[in-house]
């Protein structure tokens, strides 16, 4: 019996990995100790079980391939030269059936060595293993007895990850006839968004949010403005107002934790939390003036270390140039040229001078309290107002004593502004979001930590400064020898010392006060590399997303942590303009608005998205209300007026600058944002509102189907129908293929149709239905099209051109859409223009058409000349066989379906499916110049980022090739959107339908491009006696519908017999149609017998013919040099006329005449003149 040598895939002591054992089949019915003690028997310098598993797997233990590993190489060491195995086909592809042995299907295997034996035992052992799928002794792991993908996390990443592909698509998993997987070359876990993690340094919640939080909050505030805070408003209200700047900040972190938690969170930070769930024009404008805020802030952190190292050393009588300006630009220049040192050596760097930073600062709020309890240490610290602990200094100093400074009279809200800077600082962690190793769990409890940290601190102190500094204080030492308190009394003169008046009071207080003006500058500089580094961080994400023009350039990172380097260097030419600059106090409330513009967004994007409550707003964060966070966002525009109103005007107008920037340049970008949902939301409610409200002819608007196919292949038919709806109603182009084609051609024609439509700047749908003919489809498209009452009461079709020479059946499935749509109540409208509607051979495929090669499409064929029915199936077969390459090989296989004589047609849902134009007749080919297939893909940023205007017609008609279309066809096909002076409409009012036919032009006459034109109006008289009394009748009721006229015609004489000529011309229409009687029988006759007339046909309807030649003849001598014709379109009455006759009746009124409008409203009043 043959030994077959196999692996199993069976657990390890790690979570989700796999570990591989041989395995011998004569022992698979022995328990796991055998296995385990036969595993443990091998060399130890052969490649062991782990051995094995190493080799597949990657350093994070994954496997390295989807299915399949080559373990040829491994066996040869295991196993003498004489026993390598060979490798065969598994069961899998044995006992498919017949109909799908040639299908290519990927290689499943197993190993065995080559054993003449074995081959008869084949079936056996495959058939026990179909019987006993999950045993692991057959080198399978689960996934490879089935197609499907379990649920893994690879597979829900971001759609730029490979990991995307690994999912088989719905078509592989439904069709029998699809096979294979997408592979790629690129390795496994490789995310091309995040980039590849390995050695790239990740920071936890600690060092990498709750230090820097720690160190931006705590600002030299702390220092040089808490006692000025505490003298002006009392520990009372210093409390109130320290507790409500909290609660500012607090509801801010809450909403920021929330959106944290909704997902993964990358680099970016602020931008990338606010540009996610608000949208791109948001984040990018807060994307951008937060990073300004942030280089200006490290300038004034910066100039703020330089003036407490000014201030220490003119203590000291020690000066570098001036002691003034001077020096602190030739400080401020070396410092932030250190900081830049520091940052750009990397990040690690950074984190570690942060943390001796933190050291100092704590240690420097540390030597504050001490010194408290120690007490003033001479008389000197006592006359300037250090008294220690003191229940009646408590007392005097528990409420507020706003005084006035400046010429500016303190209060409340002035003592909040000038500390609410103080509290700012909370973003510091999560602008670096792509350094930390969990931004969902870092920022929410690092930044809340942070925030309760800080606050209790400036709490403690300000009980402290108010329990042991006076408010005011001469510091006259004579004024104590004698143990009065008259240093305490500033009525005699000025004091300058004391809360009030001095801003050293926390030096005065402390142990040891060097070690405080340490802490200034261990605040100052922490807070400046903070703002060095989250400026350049958030600029980099915010390039990369190309919001902005000209920017992309600093999107590019270096070194294992992607550092934004470019960045970097631009923050610190900006930063130190300002600091050679040197007048920062200026700008401090705008920056301070900057900062809180990002705050309110913050909060508003909390709300926002618990408003609109998409599906995907799922934080694990849940402490957050959507009520508090709109709270937040009111509170931060308050606190933004309470600054500075200017400013804030300032920030709200460089905001919305910004914003309408991204607005106008649409950047291609789909971050499924809470406003995407809100519009979805006000969309349906919208709606739903409209469904409960009642009809009104006031209130009519023509809502218009129209039968355009592809609308870039009949542009002038679309152009026309857009021209009625335009910011007006609802425009749908339907589109009926002949033949199921796949999803992923339905996908592409949509994408086709939206494109033109922006291109064009036309705002309408597209509708497609496949599997029909055209009749069907254009029934489903009416019955079917738009939801409520958003739905089409106008279908317009371009007029079949060929009636007389295409097959009967599509003539009869044309006229019978008329009736069906009549049948629905829908008024029909048929356009005809002099050079035809169909341009798709003309235009070429300037967006570049996929072809079915690129994408196994079923694309319907027509029956070729010699070729029968069985001929067709065989092609169709053969030619998806060939058409079933990819992108790569597109141009082979066009060639190849070229050699097959394929004559592939997409059907459009109007009549013409091959359509006369200078006697030359064209067909609509599916295969396209293989070259064109990236245009496809990259049309949509092609027309975001054209230089070109819009409505210029050589860039948006290009022919074949993408050559410029003559002046003449350019005209032809802007006809309807170019600007025209002097035009002439006449309205053919013939019969009342309800006035649509008047309505219409008039709506056409209303727009920019029409806005000059003439209205004729032309109607029939009803007796040749009264013909001035209904002159002044049709005129009046012009004038109460308030339509303008130059011109009121009525005919008189419309029954008078045509001429002899307008007969002859009418025969020579209908003569290939007559038949002396028609034949009932089967449904095939009776389908045939619709597409005929006979002499009892002819005569029933004698009087309407000679009628229709009459106004030909009237139509030929008023209108023949007008612009556009309207004509109320004759009544197709069922069962009496038939499909040729009344085509003949149109092409009799239409032929030869400039661009010419049919149309029959549905007869009901769409004009009135009641108010």
């Known amino acids: 019996m043959s030994e077959t040598a196999s692996f199993e895939m069976g657990s390890v002591d790690r979570p989700n990995r796999f570990q591989v054992n041989p395995v011998n089949h004569q022992k698979n019915n022995n328990d796991n100790e055998n296995r385990k003690s036969h595993a443990s028997s091998a060399d130890p310098d052969s490649d062991g079980p782990h051995e094995v598993y190493r080799r597949l797997t990657n350093i994070e233990g994954d496997l390295l391939e989807d299915d399949i590993f080559d373990a040829t190489q491994l066996l040869n060491?295991?196993?003498?030269?004489?026993?390598?195995?060979?490798?065969?086909?598994?069961?899998?592809?044995?006992?498919?059936?017949?109909?799908?042995?040639?299908?290519?299907?990927?290689?499943?295997?197993?190993?065995?060595?080559?054993?003449e034996e074995s081959d008869s035992n084949d079936?056996?052992?495959?058939?026990?293993?179909?019987?006993?799928?999950?045993?692991?002794?057959?080198?399978?792991?689960?996934?490879?007895?089935?197609?499907?993908?379990?649920?893994?996390?690879?597979?829900?990443?971001?759609?730029?990850?490979?990991?995307?592909?690994?999912?088989?698509?719905?078509?592989?998993?439904?069709?029998?006839?699809?096979?294979?997987?997408?592979?790629?070359?690129?390795?496994?876990?490789?995310?091309?968004?995040?980039?590849?993690?390995?050695?790239?340094?990740?920071?936890g919640w600690i060092k990498g949010v709750l230090i820097r939080c720690l160190l931006n909050i705590w600002g030299v505030m702390l220092f040089l403005r808490l006692s000025w805070v505490v003298g002006q408003a009392g520990i009372i209200e210093g409390f109130v107002l320290i507790l409500t700047t909290t609660a500012v900040t607090t509801i801010t972190a809450l909403s920021m934790s929330a959106i944290s938690t909704n997902g993964v969170i990358k680099g970016g930070g602020t931008y990338y939390m606010i540009s996610r769930s608000l949208g791109p024009e948001f984040g990018g404008s807060i994307g951008l003036i937060f990073s300004l805020a942030n280089v200006v802030a490290c300038a004034m952190y910066v100039v703020g270390f330089c003036e407490?190292?000014?201030?220490?050393?003119?203590?000291?009588?020690?000066?570098?140039?001036?002691?003034?300006?001077?020096?602190?630009?030739?400080?401020?220049?070396?410092?932030?040229?250190?900081?830049?040192?520091?940052?750009?050596?990397?990040?690690?760097?950074?984190?570690?001078?942060?943390?001796?930073?933190?050291?100092?600062?704590?240690?420097?709020?540390?030597?504050?309290?001490?010194?408290?309890?120690i007490g003033p240490k001479s008389e000197e610290e006592k006359a300037k107002g250090f008294l220690g602990y003191n229940a009646t200094l408590f007392q005097m100093n528990l409420f507020a004593d706003y005084r006035k400074e400046d010429d500016v009279q303190h209060d409340f809200f002035s003592v909040f502004a000038i500390f609410f800077p103080a509290a700012t600082g909370i973003l510091a962690g999560a602008n670096i979001s792509g350094d930390l190793k969990d931004p969902q769990k870092s920022i929410p409890k690092g930044t809340i930590l942070a925030i309760v940290l800080t606050t209790g601190t400036y709490l403690l102190m300000v009980v402290v400064c108010g329990s042991v500094v006076a408010r005011d204080a001469t510091g006259n030492?004579?004024?104590?020898?004698?143990?009065?308190?008259?240093?305490?009394?500033?009525?005699?003169?000025?004091?300058?010392?004391?809360?009030?008046?001095?801003?050293?009071?926390?030096?005065?207080?402390?142990?040891?006060?060097?070690?405080?003006?340490?802490?200034?500058?261990?605040?100052?500089?922490?807070?400046?590399?903070?703002?060095?580094?989250?400026?350049?961080?958030?600029?980099?994400?915010?390039?990369?997303?190309?919001?902005?023009?000209?920017?992309?350039?600093?999107?590019?990172?270096?070194?294992?942590?992607?550092?934004?380097?470019?960045g970097y260097v631009l923050t610190f030419i900006i930063a130190t303009a300002f600091i050679l600059i040197g007048e920062l106090n200026l700008i401090a409330p705008l920056i301070s608005n900057f900062f809180l513009a990002a705050y309110m967004l913050i909060n508003f994007s909390t709300f926002h998205a618990s408003l609109a409550k998409p599906v995907g707003w799922r934080p694990t964060f849940k402490y957050y209300n959507m009520w508090l966070s709109l709270l937040g966002a009111v509170l931060c525009v308050a606190v933004m007026f309470l600054i500075s109103w200017a400013t804030a005007l300032i920030t709200f107008c460089v905001v919305?600058?910004?914003?309408?920037?991204?607005?106008?340049?649409?950047?291609?970008?789909?971050w499924g944002s809470t406003t995407q949902a809100q519009t979805y939301k006000n969309a349906?409610?919208?709606?739903?509102?409209?469904?409960?409200?009642?009809?009104?002819?006031?209130?009519?608007?023509?809502?218009?189907?129209?039968?355009?196919?592809?609308?870039?292949?009949?542009?002038?038919?679309?152009?026309?129908?857009?021209?009625?709806?335009?910011?007006?109603?609802?425009?749908?182009?339907?589109?009926?293929?002949?033949?199921?084609?796949?999803?992923?051609?339905?996908?592409?024609?949509?994408?086709?149709?939206?494109?033109?439509?922006?291109?064009?700047?036309?705002?309408?749908?597209?509708?497609?239905?496949?599997?029909?003919?055209?009749?069907?489809?254009?029934?489903?498209?009416?019955?079917?099209?738009?939801?409520?009452?958003?739905?089409?009461?106008?279908?317009?079709?371009?007029?079949?051109?060929?009636?007389?020479?295409?097959e009967r059946k599509e003539l009869v499935q044309y006229f019978n859409v008329m009736h069906k749509a009549l049948d629905m109540y829908l008024s029909v409208a048929i356009l005809r223009v002099p050079q035809g509607l169909d341009c798709s051979q003309l235009l070429g495929s300037p967006e570049g058409i996929w072809s079915t090669a690129a994408n196994n499409l079923d694309v319907p064929r027509t029956l070729q000349p010699n070729e029968s029915s069985g001929d067709l199936q065989a092609t169709e077969h053969s030619a998806r066989n060939v058409l079933s390459g990819s992108v790569d090989s597109l141009s082979r296989n066009v060639s190849q379906a070229k050699n097959?004589?394929?004559?592939?047609?997409?059907?459009?849902?109007?009549?013409?499916?091959?359509f006369i134009a200078g006697n030359q007749t064209k067909d609509v080919s599916g295969v396209p110049d293989p070259l064109e297939v990236k245009a496809a893909i990259e049309q949509p940023n092609a027309i975001r980022k054209s230089k070109k205007k819009h409505d210029d017609p050589v860039s948006l008609y290009r022919g074949p090739g993408g050559v410029e279309l003559p002046k003449d066809v350019l005209a032809d096909l802007t006809q309807f959107t170019r600007k025209r002076s002097h035009a002439i409409i006449d309205v053919w009012w013939l019969y009342d339908d309800g006035g649509l036919t008047l309505l219409l032009p008039y709506i056409i006459s209303t727009r920019r491009t029409w806005q000059s034109c003439k209205l004729r109006v032309y109607a029939l008289a009803n007796k040749q006696a009264e013909l001035e009394f209904e002159q002044r009748s049709m005129a009046s009721l012009l004038s109460k519908f308030r339509i303008d006229y130059s011109d009121l015609t009525l005919i008189?004489?419309?029954?008078?017999?045509?001429?002899?000529?307008?007969?002859?011309?009418?025969?020579?229409?209908?003569?290939?149609?007559?038949?002396?009687?028609?034949?009932?029988?089967?449904?095939?006759?009776?389908?045939?017998?619709?597409?005929?007339?006979?002499?009892?046909?002819?005569?029933?309807?004698?009087?309407?013919?000679?009628?229709?030649?009459?106004?030909?003849?009237?139509?030929?001598?008023?209108?023949?040099?007008?612009?556009?014709?309207v004509m109320t379109l004759p009544m197709p009455r069922k069962n009496i006329v038939s499909a040729p006759h009344y085509m003949a009746w149109l092409e009799s009124l239409s032929q030869n005449m400039p661009p010419f409008l049919f149309v029959r409203g549905n007869q009901t009043s769409v004009l009135t003149f009641y108010s």
């Open 77 to 115: 060491k295991q196993q003498p030269r004489q026993q390598r195995p060979s490798i065969k086909s598994s069961f899998r592809d044995k006992d498919k059936p017949s109909r799908f042995k040639d299908m290519q299907t990927t290689t499943r295997f197993q190993v065995e060595p080559q054993n």
């Open 123 to 203: 079936s056996q052992e495959d058939r026990e293993l179909l019987d006993n799928e999950y045993d692991t002794k057959y080198a399978k792991s689960f996934r490879h007895f089935t197609r499907e993908a379990l649920p893994r996390l690879d597979n829900y990443r971001n759609m730029m990850s490979i990991q995307a592909a690994y999912r088989p698509t719905l078509d592989e998993l439904h069709n029998a006839t699809l096979t294979g997987k997408n592979t790629h070359s690129l390795q496994r876990n490789q995310d091309l968004e995040s980039g590849n993690m390995n050695g790239m340094l990740k920071f």
């Open 308 to 373: 407490s190292m000014q201030a220490m050393m003119s203590s000291m009588d020690l000066k570098i140039v001036d002691g003034d300006i001077t020096d602190v630009r030739i400080v401020g220049s070396v410092t932030i040229l250190l900081l830049l040192i520091i940052v750009v050596v990397g990040m690690e760097w950074e984190a570690k001078a942060q943390i001796g930073l933190l050291v100092i600062l704590l240690a420097a709020i540390a030597d504050f309290l001490i010194g408290s309890f």
């Open 477 to 566: 030492l004579t004024d104590i020898v004698n143990g009065s308190y008259e240093f305490l009394n500033c009525t005699m003169g000025e004091c300058d010392f004391g809360l009030q008046n001095s801003f050293q009071v926390i030096e005065l207080v402390s142990g040891f006060g060097p070690l405080i003006y340490a802490g200034c500058f261990a605040a100052t500089l922490s807070s400046a590399l903070a703002s060095l580094v989250s400026a350049p961080k958030v600029f980099q994400a915010l390039c990369k997303d190309e919001l902005y023009p000209k920017i992309v350039w600093f999107a590019k990172g270096y070194g294992k942590n992607n550092e934004p380097v470019r």
């Open 656 to 670: 919305l600058a910004l914003y309408l920037i991204v607005a106008y340049r649409k950047p291609d970008v789909n």
């Open 684 to 806: 349906l409610m919208s709606v739903q509102q409209l469904n409960n409200v009642e009809d009104h002819v006031k209130n009519y608007r023509p809502q218009i189907l129209v039968l355009s196919g592809l609308p870039n292949t009949r542009p002038v038919l679309v152009d026309f129908a857009y021209m009625l709806t335009k910011n007006l109603s609802l425009l749908v182009c339907g589109h009926v293929l002949k033949g199921s084609g796949s999803q992923k051609y339905r996908n592409y024609l949509k994408e086709r149709a939206s494109n033109w439509f922006r291109k064009h700047t036309v705002k309408g749908f597209y509708a497609l239905v496949d599997g029909e003919d055209f009749e069907g489809g254009t029934r489903a498209l009416m019955q079917a099209t738009g939801i409520g009452k958003l739905k089409p009461n106008i279908i317009l079709m371009g007029y079949k051109s060929d009636w007389q020479t295409c």
């Open 900 to 914: 097959l004589g394929l004559k592939i047609v997409k059907t459009s849902s109007t009549s013409d499916l091959s």
């Open 1052 to 1125: 008189p004489d419309i029954t008078k017999k045509p001429l002899e000529t307008s007969t002859q011309f009418f025969n020579e229409l209908i003569k290939d149609f007559m038949v002396a009687e028609k034949e009932n029988g089967s449904k095939a006759t009776l389908i045939e017998d619709e597409a005929l007339i006979s002499e009892d046909d002819l005569l029933a309807v004698v009087d309407k013919t000679n009628r229709y030649l009459r106004i030909r003849e009237y139509l030929h001598e008023q209108s023949t040099n007008s612009d556009l014709v």
